[in-house]
């Protein structure tokens, strides 16, 4: 994804996100690496030569294109620009990476590209982290609903447990909304002592209430 950068600086403080500088020479495609940028794509300087094929070589292939791209506009247009791709390491790992990068030069001809890049890969994973944290928190809390919903069910229409499961299951089907859901609408309405007028604006039971919302087997009226 590219995003146009009002003006260049260098990075900020990245605490624990690794951040370095480069500078390109377009003409030669030689490039200058701090000790940074060497340690994000796996090299301790002076190991190897930073080159333009170098560095496109460790680019994500699904990320070259965009990369090549950004290059080819900042030296026929000048500017900053700035990318989010991933790089891959001499060891094969895969980083995270965000890119700003401007084109310098003099009489309006680019002769070079500096910038800087800073490895957001633990963020990157923290935030994957917390969302799969998030995701887990929520299917617990649905099925704590659904099994408050089946215990109200049970409660009202004297059915088993798997009949009550299949009543929210009913409903969730015919009303094409989330099992969950439905489960918290029928608590909800238990807490507010609403519970069955809940049931019969639900309409048709299987077993339970006939489609004009009445209790043909009279269960409702025997649960009190």
């Given amino acids: 994804m590219l995003l146009g ?32 940028v060497f340690q994000i794509h796996g090299y301790t300087p002076g190991e190897v030569v930073p080159t333009l094929e170098l560095l496109m070589a460790h680019k994500h292939p699904e990320d070259r294109a965009p990369i090549r791209r950004l290059i080819a506009d900042l030296c026929a247009r000048g500017g900053q ?4 791709h991933r790089v891959i390491d001499s060891h094969g790992r895969e980083h995270h990476v965000f890119t700003a990068a401007e084109a310098c030069g003099d009489s309006g001809n680019v002769t070079g590209l ?11 994973d ?15 809390a649905s099925r704590e609903l659904i099994e408050q919903a089946k215990g109200v069910l049970m409660g ?21 909304v989330k099992l969950a859901t439905v489960a918290a609408q029928l608590v909800e309405a238990a807490v507010k002592g609403d519970a069955r007028a809940t049931l019969c604006d639900w309409g ?10 009445h209790d043909p087997a009279g269960r409702l009226d025997r649960a009190g």
Avoid: K, M
């Fill in 81 to 84: 620009q700035a990318i989010f």
């Fill in 204 to 213: 048709e039971l299987p077993g339970q209430l006939d489609s004009a919302g």
């Fill in 114 to 124: 500096r910038g800087f890049t800073v490895d957001v890969s633990r963020a990157v």
């Fill in 5 to 36: 950068i009002g003006a260049y600086s260098f990075p900020p403080d990245s605490g624990q996100c690794l951040a370095g500088t480069f500078y390109l020479d377009v003409a030669t495609g030689r490039l200058d690496w701090s000790e940074e």
């Fill in 126 to 140: 923290a935030a994957s982290r917390h969302a799969a944290a998030e995701a887990i928190r929520g299917t617990y």
């Fill in 156 to 176: 009202l229409l004297g059915v088993t447990a798997v009949e009550a499961f299949g009543i929210l299951s009913a409903r969730s089907q015919n009303s094409n």
